[in-house]
């Protein structure tokens, strides 16, 4: 199996082919010397539902080059949930399968086979990278647990109470979101918790209200987008909170066409609304006259910002996937086809 993944991978970035509607490719005096990865989930396997899990998962990974050319790097597993760039070298958390995958970089694409690290089992899921760390949320393990990059060793754990989701830092400090108190439940969590970077302890928790999920950064002051739902799962509800000198929420009511990102952009946070996304005011309210993007809500399934540009990744779940890129007017500048369920986003840029 494992021989049949580096055929695979290294097959497909030896065979140069543009998957997407653009035709520009690189010349000799034009070298690629970028790439955005897209971190395509691929379908989950659910034994229980008779789904042969032996079967090498379709979760994915779309590289996007200077030019537009799109290579895909296929079978990595069930489900690949997130990407993160640090020191050339790209990481890859597989949440179901529970392992890490390490790449390098270059202008041409990634070395593989890579390095694969095992988590046992612990469900990772969201991570961000500092000093020579991998600090990555766990649902199986109820933690977050730290990759040292030096020995490839996971070196300890920080106990979460509840299934821990989104990640981010300052620099100083972890903030964790908690949207689960246990598996499946309603998004019945309410805590954003504070990890000290030096201690690796939890120093303070915050009661934002329910389903904490995505969380960004602007002027030191943390923004949480929220998602929650009734008891039968008939009703969603969404909101916003900001942890500053005090706790601030907005919730924008049943069945807002909202979605779960929530980004900074242009000294502003914006979250995911009616297919693009909208800032928020000093009261955390939506002010939809300003929103950028205008896609089908329902296929929105991410947004992040790079270099400017706001990307969404959009899905029907089933033939269509696609990441577009949107300049701050809402035109759309280019369509890639990328994997099955695209979400996370990671950029690297070469350097000399």
């Known amino acids: 199996m494992k021989l049949r993944k580096i055929i695979i991978i290294t097959l497909a970035i030896l065979i140069w082919t543009a998957c997407d509607d653009k035709t520009s490719t690189s010349t000799d005096s034009e070298p690629n010397s970028s790439w955005i990865f897209v971190a395509n989930e691929g379908n989950a ?64 694409g990634i070395n593989s086979p890579g390095i694969e690290i095992s988590t046992e089992n612990s469900s990772p899921r969201e991570m961000v990278i500092i000093n020579d760390k991998v600090y990555f949320t766990n649902w199986n393990s109820k933690d977050v647990q730290v990759l040292n990059l030096i020995t490839h060793n996971i070196d300890s754990s920080i106990p979460i109470e509840g299934l821990p989701e989104d990640i981010v830092t300052d620099g100083i400090n972890l903030w964790v979101s908690v949207p689960n108190l246990e598996l499946y439940d309603t998004n019945d969590g309410t805590q954003v918790v504070k990890i000290n970077l030096e201690t690796e302890q939890i120093v303070e928790s915050f009661e934002v209200g329910r389903g904490p999920q995505s969380l960004t950064l602007l002027n030191e002051e943390v923004y949480v987008a929220r998602t929650y739902y009734s008891s039968d799962w008939t009703e969603t ?60 809500q329902s296929q929105v399934y991410h947004v992040e910002i790079i270099n400017d540009y706001i990307y969404f990744a959009l899905t029907n779940y089933s033939n269509m996937n696609k990441l577009k890129q949107v300049d701050s007017n809402g035109t759309v500048l280019n369509s890639y086809d990328v994997g099955i369920n695209p979400g996370d986003l990671a950029y690297w840029k070469y350097s000399d």
């Not at 396997?45 to 590289?63: A, H, K, Q, R, W």
């Not at 909101?239 to 601030?248: C, F, L």
């Open 45 to 108: 396997c659910f034994p229980e539902y008779g789904d042969d899990c032996s079967l090498p998962g379709n979760g994915s990974i779309s590289m996007i080059d200077d030019f537009g050319n799109v290579i895909q790097i296929d079978s990595l597993g069930y489900t690949v949930q997130s990407v993160e760039v640090y020191k050339d070298q790209l990481f890859v958390i597989v949440n179901q399968n529970s392992k890490i995958l390490i790449f390098d970089i270059t202008k041409d």
């Open 237 to 296: 509800t969404f909101g916003v909170s900001k942890i500053g000198e005090v706790i601030s929420e907005a919730i924008y009511g049943l069945g807002a066409p909202c979605g779960g990102s929530i980004l900074a952009y242009d000294n502003k946070v914006y979250r995911s609304y009616e297919g693009g996304i909208a800032p928020i005011d000093d009261i955390l309210a939506i002010q939809p006259l300003e929103r950028i993007g205008s896609f089908d």
